[in-house]
């Protein structure tokens, strides 16, 4: 009974110790700076742990902590308006291009070299010169209220200095053709090239293509760049016919050149029919000033249709197809003259309205773009703008000038 007695004095007894001891234990800890405080290693996650003590004990949870998820925004891909603001103005002028490049619409140009142009840097100091106060440009809109200068982008070929076009291929240039005039150009887009029968003219819109105000600063208005919305990297999309018509595509004019152009072309224009002979039907052409019937049908027959004069048929398919030429002549000549006649009303409408004299009045410049990372043989350079517009009067940078002297005698 006392030995008994005795064990129980003795548990308790160590069980208030070891309480004293931990109490003691956790006053210490308190004490301690939160810096030497022990804790998980820094880095290290913390993970759900469960502790039960004695009997009826709460049972501790220890959350673990995570970092917020946020959602990444989707960004959408900005399609580049053509319309020049206030934000493009350009200090010096001669960085124009770095704003209008996004946008610009090269004329002449394969749409597939248009990201290998845009990616390298072209420095425009004259147009820049030219285009500040005091400059040719600025000068000319400020002596005159009437005149707008609209620049067309094009591009043109050279090869590197010293290198012949079987070492390496040609390196294309962007082009500024600078137009002054006080007729406004129309929003009309030509197309035509020795691959296409026919000249087309669309509205500019259908090529997402406008005339945009570049913001020179004391010109705003009067200085408009040809620019189109439609990107580069949709060229890989298009077909052959949308291709063809992009590349080939150039800011549209008529002016008395033009008009004076299209009716000698229709004077020499051959009357064309399809005529079958001997179970062979051909395309041929006939023209009266050339072919006077009847002494030009034999010669027509043995070269359109392959047929000899010993033919037993041969009078009579000369006679037929005099008889062909002279149908062609009655059908096709009412149209010509109706034709003529619109373009000669054309000419007297323009004379009326004062349109012949400030299309005459056109002053075109041409600007190259250079670069400090190529140096290209730009010895001979083009004066043509385009089809529709006139020569430039002047190249910039002015080509240098060769003496005779300097090319060894032969």
Not at 19 to 27: C, I, V
Not at 47 to 75: C, D, F, H
């Amino acid at each position: 009974m006392a030995a008994s007695t005795a064990r129980k004095s003795s548990k308790s007894s160590q069980k208030k110790a070891k309480a004293g001891m931990k109490a003691r234990n956790n006053l210490q800890r308190l004490l301690v700076s939160p810096s030497k405080r022990a804790g998980p290693k820094k880095g290290r996650k913390r993970t759900s742990t469960s502790k039960a003590s004695s009997k009826g004990a709460a049972k501790v949870v220890v959350v673990k902590k995570t970092k917020p998820v946020r959602s990444v925004p989707r960004v959408r891909e900005e399609r580049y308006v053509p319309v020049l603001t206030e934000d493009y103005h350009f200090y010096p002028l001669g960085d124009l291009l770095k704003h209008v490049f996004k946008s610009a619409f090269f004329c002449g140009t394969e749409w597939s070299m248009i990201p290998s142009l845009r990616s390298k840097e072209w420095s425009f100091t004259e147009l820049g010169r030219d285009m500040s106060e005091g400059g040719l440009l600025y000068s000319k809109l400020q002596a005159d209220p009437a005149l707008r200068i609209y620049l067309i982008p094009t591009t043109e070929g050279f090869l590197p200095e010293g290198l012949k076009k079987s070492d390496v291929g040609m390196t294309v240039v962007p082009v500024f053709g600078v137009v002054v005039t006080a007729q406004p150009l129309p929003d009309v887009i030509g197309i035509k090239s020795v691959q296409r029968d026919t000249e087309e003219l669309l509205p500019m819109s259908r090529m997402k293509a406008s005339y945009a105000d570049v913001g020179v600063p004391g010109l705003e208005g009067r200085v408009l760049v040809l620019t189109t919305a439609t990107r580069a990297a949709r060229a890989k999309l298009f077909d052959a016919e949308t291709d063809g018509m992009y590349t080939y595509a150039t800011p549209y004019l008529e002016t008395p050149t033009l008009l004076r152009s299209r009716m000698n072309v229709l004077k020499e224009k051959p009357y064309t029919f399809t005529l079958t002979l001997s179970d062979q039907t051909r395309h041929v052409k006939y023209d009266p000033d050339f072919d006077e019937m009847p002494e030009a049908a034999p010669d027509m027959v043995e070269e359109s249709f392959g047929l000899k004069k010993d033919h037993p048929e041969f009078k009579a398919m000369c006679d037929t197809l005099e008889a062909a030429c002279a149908k062609a002549m009655a059908e096709q000549s009412p149209e010509r003259k109706q034709e003529e006649a619109q373009l000669r009303a054309r000419m007297k409408e323009m004379q009326r309205t004062g349109e012949y004299d400030r299309i005459n009045a056109i002053e075109t410049y041409k600007y190259y773009g250079l670069s400090s990372s190529i140096k290209l043989d730009m010895t001979h350079r083009s004066t043509v703008l385009n089809r529709y517009l006139p020569d430039a009067s002047a190249i910039f940078p002015a080509p240098v000038q060769v003496e005779e002297d300097a090319f060894p005698m032969m």
